[in-house]
């Protein structure tokens, strides 16, 4: 009875979180199973009812937070188009805004460079990047683009993005802080094609 308590209490939810902040803070190799469940409160065997092993984890992180983006993205096709920015200008805007609003999130998705947990985020920022130039390259062909075949677009268009977001993710500022310059980002990347 006691353990079913825990087990309830205790959720994947809550220890993903947890895991994700130390991660970040402490880096990947610092921390052990053991070291989240005290972050807790709880022994580490607690966690293993919701995780084998400590890489198990870090995959279900992950796996989590690119199917965050993924769902994002999907959103901004079926949401009206909004007045003054492209549909590819409303997709790269929602890009900076979940890298802005979930800095922790983005990091561990784009930025750890530990080579131990770096596969297991290269297949995802790859499925990620795929559904990202499908969408440009449909709504460049819709707009009748010049360079809606180019290849090469959009992913100038992911670095420039990604680019804009690890230099102001640095100062802990929110969307709504840097939104000025991130419409001007995104309307120079769109314009400069």
Request: glycine content about 4%.
């Amino acid at each position: 009875m006691a353990r079913r308590a825990v087990e309830q209490e205790l959720s994947r939810d809550r220890i993903m979180d947890a895991a994700r902040h130390l991660f970040i803070t402490k880096g990947y190799r610092a921390i052990s199973m053991r070291s989240i469940g005290q972050h807790l409160g709880y022994s580490h065997g607690s966690l293993y009812y919701h995780f084998k092993e400590k890489a198990e984890l870090f995959y279900a992180i992950v796996v989590q937070d690119f199917n965050h983006v993924d769902l994002l993205f999907r959103q901004v096709i079926s949401s009206p188009k909004v007045e003054g920015l492209t549909k590819v200008e409303q997709l790269m805007l929602e890009f900076i805004k979940f890298g802005m609003d979930h800095p922790h999130q983005y990091e561990i998705m784009f930025m750890l460079r530990d080579e131990e947990i770096l596969s297991y985020c290269r297949a995802e920022q790859s499925k990620c990047f795929d559904v990202f130039s499908s969408i440009v390259k449909k709504y460049m062909r819709e707009e009748d683009h010049p360079l809606a075949n180019h290849t090469s677009v959009p992913l100038s268009m992911f670095l420039g993005l990604h680019g804009f977001i690890s230099f102001y993710i640095q100062d802990h500022l929110t969307f709504e802080e840097i939104q000025p310059a991130a419409i001007a980002h995104v309307k120079m990347l769109s314009h400069s094609l």
